[in-house]
């Protein structure tokens, strides 16, 4: 089957899925948008995806979403979802729309004041490691609650939601309540600050759908549309 058979195929599938899921909860389909996971595919897969249908890609390293953006049509948006490294936020910020990975008060300080000097109000998700795991970045909730008021002072910066992800488990009913975890984090941070989190990322290929019944908002899906990674160059 040609790549772009195969992708629609699969893109049509985990459309699908997540309409399935959304009418089990109670919600409209067109509240959950797709971010196809693109990192380490090369521009011709992304141009069969585009050919598919795809009009959102996310990407999690600077440097190759600098290579391939300017390949790709004009009418594409992109998505932030990696860890961010302080070097390399002017040059991430004129390519994203959404960055769904700012996991600290020191990294939400810098871009704040690097859109500040490049005349930039980038829309931001706050990354919050729901459990606690120490070889993850983000947030922990009892300290986004802490430096949450420390966050919305950042007067560039559009907080529109928080963003997860839970731990590698061999089931994906396995990251229900971490999902749970942030749906109620997100609730309380709103209620308490008084301001609008609408967004919710959260569920990849392996646990798109259960995210989606729990409330998510954006779910950042790469090999179930895409097929798998190349290896990552040292
Ligand atoms: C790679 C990645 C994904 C997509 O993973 P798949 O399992 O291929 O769907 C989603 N979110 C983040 C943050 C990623 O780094």
New binding site residues.
């Given amino acids: 089957m040609e790549l772009i058979d195969q992708i629609q195929e699969r893109l049509d599938e985990v459309t699908s899925l997540i309409a399935g899921a959304a009418a089990k909860a109670g919600r409209s389909p067109s509240d959950i948008t797709l ?1 196809t ?1 693109s ?1 380490t595919h090369s521009p011709e897969t992304l141009t069969a995806a585009v050919e598919a249908g795809v009009e959102l890609f ?1 990407e ?1 390293k600077v440097q190759e979403a600098k290579a391939k953006i300017p390949l790709m049509p004009g009418h594409l948006h992109w998505h932030f ?2 860890h961010l490294q302080k070097n390399k936020i002017r040059a991430a910020l004129p390519l994203f729309e959404l960055f ?2 700012v996991d600290s008060l020191e990294l939400a300080e810098q871009m704040n004041r690097i859109a500040a000097e490049e005349g930039l109000h980038p829309r931001v998700l706050l990354q919050v490691n729901v459990a606690g795991e120490s070889s993850k970045f983000g947030f922990s909730p009892d300290q986004l609650k802490a430096r949450m008021e420390s966050v919305l002072s950042l007067d560039r910066l559009q907080i529109e939601g928080v ?1 997860t ?1 839970p731990p590698l488990a061999p089931t994906a009913e396995e990251s229900r309540p971490h999902f749970v975890a942030l749906r109620k984090l997100r609730d309380e941070l709103s209620a308490d600050f008084e301001v609008p989190l609408p967004h919710l ?1 959260m ?4 646990d ?1 759908v259960v995210a989606v019944e729990e409330g998510a908002t954006l779910v ?7 097929g798998e ?1 190349r290896a990552r160059k040292k």
Avoid: A, D, N
Wanted: proline share 0%.
């Fill in positions: 971010v996971v990192k996310g999690s979802i990696g769904h990975s963003m992800i990322s569920g990849m290929s392996h798109f950042r899906v790469g090999t179930r549309i895409l990674r």
